[in-house]
């Protein structure tokens, strides 16, 4: 009994390893700053003026949708940026929308699986999460009205403070710097080889530093660096400990057990998958081999219907997202968005699978 705890304590900390490995360097930390950066140089109006509940909703929710297509991040990396449009005072809904479409239509991982795992689920992959994307925001947003009723009160009785002197400095200045940081970000979590990568930060973290040098004086610079430190101090340690408790389950219960549960496009079938989906972590491209090797798609151990559930459900929630999301928004925002996750990625992948088996 004491081995196999051990066993299980070294398959979390294993875990979090793994994670601490792949993704603080290159894209959590580019992350906390992008989102520091919005909180304290984004001026209020700007991210109303798109996200806002009052903003018309084919702008709002389409500009969400498809936003992660700029951004080759996993669902643990947009939660910094989620906290921070939510802070600026964006709708329920649209927020929502670009939690969920931030890892979902990323570029590279729709790319990736219409190579490894066929065009047909690459395109189904890529329009269902657009899809999903606004029905979900869309569904939050009817659920949870007050919370939109609440975020225009404070809209009307606080005056956008954040960005007060953006008028002393150039327009493309605030622009330049964002568009830094996300290249950070996209060059800093690529696929180039190392000196590549490495070389290209570099030159984009020296040209941040020469607009913060010439371009935004001290207390804007530590405004950035007190938001950024909120923020993570707030989500950090829940991701680490989500990950720590996931590879403990990993290790009792292994994805290989669900294998003879995805043969078929039933409609349990794509409820398991949406469910083990929410539970496991899968980091961007990672979804790709596990479906296809470890639950067994490429060999047809695994039906089209749950894999592609599999693939709209794990990179975009998994345990220590939720933990997060939870801490960001409670208890029961955080239980409807899995709730209509699982849902709507088993619907998904149930239409998806009989659709396939009538062609």
């Not at 939870?326 to 709507?344: C, E, F, H, P, Q």
Request: include cysteine; glycine fraction near 8%; proline fraction near 5%.
């Amino acid at each position: 009994m004491i081995d196999l705890l051990i066993s299980a304590l070294a398959s979390g900390l294993v875990s979090v390893l793994d994670y601490l490995s792949a993704h603080v360097l290159t894209c959590l930390v580019p992350a906390f700053f992008i989102a520091g950066a919005i909180a304290a140089f984004v001026k209020k109006e700007a991210v109303l003026k798109y996200f806002s509940p009052d903003t018309p909703k084919p702008v709002s929710y389409g500009i969400a949708s498809v936003s992660g297509t700029i951004l080759a991040v996993c669902s643990c990396t947009i939660l910094p940026i989620f906290a921070g449009i939510l802070k600026k005072g964006s709708g329920i809904g649209p927020a929502t929308t670009f939690l969920y479409a931030g890892p979902a239509i990323n570029v590279l991982a729709i790319i990736y699986t219409a190579r490894v795992l066929g065009f047909d689920l690459g395109v189904a992959r890529a329009v269902s999460a657009v899809v999903l994307a606004i029905v979900i925001g869309l569904a939050m947003a009817l659920i949870f009205r007050s919370t939109d009723v609440e975020t225009l009160k404070r809209k009307e009785m606080t005056p956008g403070v954040a960005g007060a002197c953006e008028a002393e400095k150039p327009r493309w200045v605030t622009p330049a710097f964002f568009a830094l940081l996300i290249g950070v970000l996209v060059f800093g979590a690529s696929q180039l080889d190392w000196v590549i990568r490495l070389s290209i930060v570099y030159v984009l973290t020296l040209a941040i530093a020469v607009l913060l040098i010439y371009y935004f004086d001290r207390d804007e610079v530590t405004d950035w660096g007190l938001e950024t430190w909120d923020l993570t101090k707030k989500i950090f340690p829940i991701l680490i400990a989500g990950t720590f408790l996931v590879g403990i389950i990993a290790f009792f219960l292994p994805p290989e057990t669900f294998q003879p549960y995805f043969g078929n496009n039933s409609l349990a079938a794509n409820f398991l998958a949406a469910v083990v989906g929410t539970i496991l972590y899968m980091p961007t491209l990672l979804e790709v081999p596990i479906i296809g090797t470890t639950f067994g798609y490429s060999s047809g151990i695994m039906a089209a219907g749950p894999a592609l559930a599999l693939l709209l459900a794990g990179p975009t929630v998994s345990l220590p997202s939720v933990l997060v999301i939870y801490r960001i928004v409670g208890a029961k925002k955080t239980a409807a968005y899995v709730t209509l996750v699982v849902i709507s990625a088993t619907i998904a992948g149930f239409v998806y699978g009989n659709g396939m088996l009538l062609v």
